[in-house]
Every structure is written in structure tokens, then in C-alpha cells.
């Protein structure tokens, strides 16, 4: 059972804090001697030993919010639908659940959350202290719910819900991790899908295991959230943290759909930063071609200074310009700076990384 956090709306005895590091059997018992009981706090699910007598398994779907106050209600029905039928179908137990995590929303996202909770037990919500980002949100969930099988989805409904059902047969089969995997991007914008493909074919040609055309739309089974649990970097990108797991995976196949309503949380901005952590976290690569651009400049500069004296000996009348002077300084200078902001950006990496910060705080739980 992963470990739990809980704020003072939680239930079970569970101490505020982000407990995600202590990975250790003696610490989860320690937070969690007693299953939480009744009402809108009931457990996900039973624990493991229970779940796997059933004939299907528990399932929890994480969906992480921010300002999502407008797309929330369609979303809550969209799943509610699809838990439903797998219910009606078998593949999932009646416990399961769908868990919204709030991450630091300043609209009414939470108190919708709150509502839609004490309307339907099968809803719960986990509230962030403030805005940890997409991916500690997405953790977060991950780390909390007790259930045999979670799946992880945004709250705009672009990642078409009804896969699940194919993740939850591939699961049934024996794929540990199904990673949700886009089918074609038609809805995309051309510079967005030329961007968002060259991204993946440029993180494989570093090096780094990741799934083409996915993106946090997956199912992990028990065992896969388990062992993700020991890994404690603040940095994180979990499209690059899942694969390295390896367990056995599955990938489902989906067509992504228009946002049904709001405006998209991702600027350009925020998924440049996001695509230069995912690249910097797994990838020392940057770093080879500061060294390797360093031998070539310095091999430019020798042969430049070779000419220069040839021509000084050939042609002693000859005044050098100023632009051989200049261009060369000028062009060292912007490679130093660059190649500074690059070990720059590493450096600041393990500064965070050291400081063993929590990577979220759980307010409450609903």
C-alpha cells in the first residue's frame, strides 16, 4: 500500500505532511494502523490482500485540477458514466472510485469537488496546501489512493475516457503499466503537432525511455506504484520515471478530442520549461555537447590563430581588421554564456534536490 497523507479533513489518523519518501513497511504502519471507515472518508479500496480475492479489481481514477471550476461537471459525469460500465461489465468492483485532486485552484474548484462527494460516495478529493504543478499533482494521487489499479487523467477530457475500459482488459491480461498512446493528432495545430513530435524523437535521440505520443493518460497496477514510490526526485517527469519501472506494459490506443470547455492550463511557456525539466532530469547529454562544442571552438580558434599569423608573415603590410578581432570574441562570449546556463540549469537541479523539500503538503481529503 503506498503511503497516505492527510490534512485535518482526513480520516484514519493520518498526519498532515508529505510522508511520499518513506517507502519502508515499518513507516506505513506507523501512519496507517487503521483503514479508514464510513461516509464520504471511506477507503479506496480494502488493501491488497482483499483485493486479490475478487474476481474484479478496484480501480481509482486520479484526475489532478486547477482552476477546472468550469469543466468540472462535465467531467464528473463523463467518468461517472464510464465506472458505471465497467462496474455493469465486471472489470472493476463496486468500491471503485474517482479521487479529484485540487491542485491549489483559486476558483471554486474544491468546494465543487466537496459537493459532488456528498452526492456520490464513489467521489472523493484530495486538497494540495497550494499549486505543486501538474506532475506532483499527478503524484499525489498516485501516492494516496489504496486501490488494485489507478489510472491517471487530465480534467479537460481531451484524453477520451472510454479507453479505460481497454486499459482495464490489458490489465486483466497481465500488463503491469498501459500507457494511453495517441492515436493521430488531427485536433493539434500544425506548428503544435510538428513540436510535440519532434519533442519525443529529440528525448529518444537523448537517450531517455519514453512513449511516443503519450502522455500522462495511463493505468499502473499496485506493484508499479509501489516500486514509483521509491523514487524521491523533486524534479519530476513521470513519462520518463514510468518506463524505467519495467514492468510489463500494454499501450491503448485513442483518438484526443477538443477541451469540452475553459481554457488549457499548459501556455507555451509552461510546456517549454516542462519539455527542457524532462530533458535535464534524464538526459546528461546537453552537458557532452558543451564539452564536444568546446573542442570545436577551440580548434576553430587555433586555426584562426594559425591564419592569422600566416598572414601577418606573408604579408607584413597587411593591418587586421577589427572584425577578425571582434566576431571571434563576440562569438566566444555568447558560446561561454550559453554553455554557463546550461551547467547552470544542472547545478540548480541538484540544489533542489538536496534540499529534500516536500514535493506536496495535502491540505484536507474529502
Sequence with gaps: MPERVSGPGGAGGAREGDVARETSRE?????????????????????????????AVTLAIVVPCYDEEEV???????????????????????????????????????????????????????????NRGHQNALLAGLLYVDADAVVTIDSDLQDDPEAIREMMLRHLEGAEIVYGVRSRRETDTFFKRITAEGYYRLLAAFGIDVVFNHSDFRLMGRAAIDALAQFS????????????????SAC???????????????????????????????????????????????????????????????????VPGWASTVVPMAFL??????????????????????????????????
Aim: hydrophobic share 40%.
Design 27 to 55: 513507516a506505513r504502519e506507523r501512519f496507517f494502523e487503521a483503514p479508514r471507515r464510513g461516509g464520504a472518508v471511506a477507503s479506496a479500496g480494502q488493501g491488497r490482500g482483499e483485493s486479490a480475492r475478487r474476481s
Design 72 to 130: 468540472l461537471p462535465a467531467t464528473l459525469e463523463r467518468l461517472g458514466r464510464v465506472r458505471e460500465r465497467l462496474v455493469e461489465d465486471a472489470l472493476v468492483t463496486a468500491e471503485s472510485t474517482v479521487y479529484f485532486v485540487d491542485d491549489g485552484s483559486r476558483d471554486g474548484t474544491w468546494k465543487l469537488i466537496e459537493a459532488a462527494a456528498r452526492e456520490r460516495p464513489w467521489v472523493h478529493g484530495i486538497k494540495l496546501s497550494r
Design 233 to 248: 526526485e523533486v524534479n519530476l517527469f513521470l513519462r520518463g520515471i514510468v518506463p524505467q519501472l519495467g514492468f510489463p
Design 252 to 318: 491503448a490506443y485513442y483518438e484526443r478530442g477538443e477541451r469540452v470547455r475553459g481554457e488549457s492550463k499548459y501556455p507555451l511557456r509552461k510546456m517549454l520549461s516542462f519539455a527542457w525539466t524532462g530533458i535535464t532530469s534524464f538526459s546528461a547529454v546537453p552537458l557532452r555537447w558543451i564539452t564536444t562544442l568546446g573542442f570545436v571552438v577551440s580548434a576553430l580558434s587555433f586555426a584562426v590563430g594559425c591564419w592569422a599569423i600566416a598572414v601577418r608573415l606573408l604579408d607584413p603590410a597587411s
Design 333 to 366: 562570449g555568447g558560446i561561454q554564456l550559453l554553455s554557463l546556463g546550461v551547467i547552470g540549469e544542472y547545478l540548480a537541479k541538484t540544489y533542489a534536490e538536496t534540499k529534500r523539500r516536500p514535493r506536496f503538503i495535502v491540505e484536507k481529503t474529502i
